[in-house]
């Protein structure tokens, strides 16, 4: 099965910025999507971006206009670049790819902690 492994959160004072990183041990090219999802504590977990196989993206709105995802698919790995960060983006970051249309967002990797600091 397909391993998605997140790398790149921390702890950043409000303002920061961080990469986040998910490296794929198939094909990323082979997936028709994948994306990042957030949970924070006692929150519900929320689809942040997505990219799909032929290039298009989407985005929450509550991180429109600061988040950008993208991937490098000669080494089958996404990024999230998140900037301007706010307390309420503190949250685990995970990343999940969709085989195919008729599937929701499976594969998950065990995310990676953002912390973000007033």
């Known amino acids: 099965q397909v391993q998605l492994v997140e790398s790149g959160g921390g702890l950043v004072q409000a303002g920061g910025s961080l990469r986040l990183s998910c490296a794929s041990s198939e094909n990323i090219l082979s997936f028709y999507a994948m994306g990042w999802y957030r949970q924070a504590p006692g929150k519900q977990r929320e689809l942040v971006a997505a990219?799909?196989?032929?290039?298009?993206?989407m985005y929450a709105d509550s991180v429109k206009g600061r988040f950008t995802i993208s991937r490098d698919n000669a080494k089958n790995t996404m990024f999230l670049q998140l900037n301007s960060l706010k307390p309420e983006d503190t949250a685990v970051y995970y990343c999940?790819?969709?085989?195919?249309?008729?599937?929701?967002?499976?594969?998950w990797g065990h995310g990676t902690q953002v912390t973000v600091s007033s």
């Open positions: 999940a790819k969709r085989g195919n249309p008729n599937q929701d967002f499976t594969s």
């Open positions: 990219i799909k196989g032929d290039g298009t993206t």
